[in-house]
């Protein structure tokens, strides 16, 4: 595709509810990122994928929050029992290869509000 | 553990100045790093990227540079506009992730 998507754009949910949020990497990239940004914090790293599979899931806060990835292509985040805290922008970025090397290039983002 | 701090945090400027923002790092060990920027409601786009063997990047009226040993970088943009109004974000790359500042939000007034 043209670039990263993420669906939907926003997200409003009741405190307990599950929530799914999607991203569709640029066609052909192997590496994909989930980020968050909370308003008043900066931009903090989720997870990685490496084609289907997540070899560095350090900043996923709490194990409500997980993360899978079909087909070395569209990637899902699910958060689990929402909290007022889980409200931001969650950012999803993917990169042609999983080098150090590599641009990462940002979807719009999908902002999540937690009532 | 990695942390970057962006100076200043915000900066309102007239148009048609030249302006530098600033970002350091802690950790030297990175393998490049990127400069973006953030409208609102919108991602991050990517303006410069400057590996950890390279010096400066330049882009249109943008250039980067870095001294990874001091461990800071700077943006500097010419002759700024209006659509230069945005968050600025830096970014370091250690193995795979990125770690980002907290961003300078810049206004430049007509």
């Known amino acids: 595709g043209a670039g990263v998507s993420q669906s939907p754009s926003n997200k409003v949910t009741e405190k307990g509810k599950d929530v799914e949020l999607r991203c569709d990497p640029i066609?052909?990239?192997?590496?994909l990122y989930w980020y968050r940004q909370s308003l008043g914090q900066g931009l903090e790293f989720l997870i990685y994928f490496q084609g289907n599979s997540a070899p560095d899931k350090s900043g996923l806060p709490s194990d409500r929050f997980s993360a899978e990835r079909t087909g070395g292509s569209v990637s899902t985040l699910t958060i689990q029992r929402t909290q007022q805290e889980d409200s931001a922008v969650y950012l999803c970025a993917s990169s042609q290869l999983a080098g150090f090397t590599d641009t990462q290039y940002f979807g719009p983002g999908t902002r999540l509000t937690v009532l | 553990k990695q942390e970057v701090t962006q100076i200043p945090a915000a900066l309102s400027v007239p148009e048609g100045e030249n302006l530098v923002l600033n970002c350091s790092f802690t950790d030297s060990a990175i393998y490049n790093l990127q400069w973006f920027r953030q409208d609102p409601g919108k991602g991050l786009t990517s303006l410069l990227l400057?590996?950890?063997?390279?010096r400066e990047q330049t882009s249109g009226r943008l250039n980067a540079s870095l001294d990874k040993s001091s461990g800071r970088s700077t943006l500097y943009i010419a002759a700024s506009q209006p659509g230069d109004s945005a968050t600025y974000l830096c970014a370091v790359r250690p193995p795979q992730k990125l770690v980002f500042g907290t961003g300078t939000r810049l206004l430049v007034s007509p």
């Open positions: 066609s052909g990239h192997t590496a």
């Open positions: 400057i590996q950890s063997s390279q």
